[in-house]
């Protein structure tokens, strides 16, 4: 009977309000942006996706909600990227990481030393060396979006957390902590997004201040 999973179920509308929240920030200050568009839109189809995992537990849920939240991972990632670096830059550093993600895919539900890996926290050396390297280069352009970015890297690392204890934590607290992992990791999401939209008018500052180039436009 829907749902399954009341709790897990829920917590879901907090994924699409804060792709929907997303979504009015890019309209108010980006825009033009498209690719900020296709985020939110990536952001609110996980959290459907997810809702539906867990209210009906369909295997085709699960994959809808694991390929968009995969899929925005990596449009994040590239689209950041391109904002700091060139197209070609942009795709390097993409390769990278999809090279360091393919090569987490070995621990993905295996053991390291006795200790069980979820996939999750599997993927999260990768997930960290690209988002410290991301940071720091974004700071060059603005304070405020590496300050988004650096909590929104922390939200998805607490989100980890939550999700990683859940098993451990229902004898205690009867639903689990896996909501906490859908609240908190979209509030990295909607964090993430919120840092590109100060990116594209840090980079037109910067670059209008360059000398000789306000004269040659």
């Known amino acids: 009977m829907f749902p399954v999973e009341p709790m897990n179920t829920l917590s879901n509308g907090v994924i699409v309000l804060f792709g929907l929240a997303a979504l009015y920030f890019v309209v108010k200050r980006a825009p033009r942006a498209i690719d900020l ?3 939110c839109a990536l952001l609110i189809a996980t959290g459907i996706g997810s ?6 537990r ?37 390769g990278a990481f999809l090279g360091g993600v393919l090569l987490s895919r070995r ?19 990768v997930v960290i060396v690209a988002g410290v390297a991301l940071i720091a280069r974004t700071y060059a352009y603005s304070a ?3 300050l988004y970015s650096a909590a929104a890297l922390c939200a998805a690392l607490i989100a980890l957390v939550f999700r990683t204890i859940d098993l451990a934590a ?8 896996h909501f906490l992992w ?21 980079k037109a ?13």
Do not use: K, M, N
Request: charged letters at 10%.
């Open 37 to 39: 568009y296709a985020l």
């Open 51 to 56: 809702g539906l995992w867990h209210g009906l």
């Open 58 to 94: 369909d295997p085709g849920a699960l994959f809808w909600e694991v390929s968009s939240g995969l899929f925005f991972l990596f449009a994040l990632a590239f689209f950041w990227a391109r904002r700091l670096w060139s197209y070609p830059g942009a795709l390097l550093f993409l």
């Open 107 to 125: 621990y993905w539900d295996g053991e390291v030393w006795g200790i069980h890996l979820q996939r999750w926290v599997a993927l999260a050396p």
């Open 144 to 146: 405020r979006a590496a």
């Open 170 to 177: 229902c004898p205690y607290i009867p639903f689990g902590t």
């Open 182 to 202: 859908h609240c908190i990791l979209s509030a990295g999401g909607f964090l993430g997004i919120l840092a590109l939209t100060e990116i594209i008018p840090a």
């Open 205 to 217: 500052i910067r670059r209008l201040a360059q000398p000789g180039i306000e004269a040659a436009e």
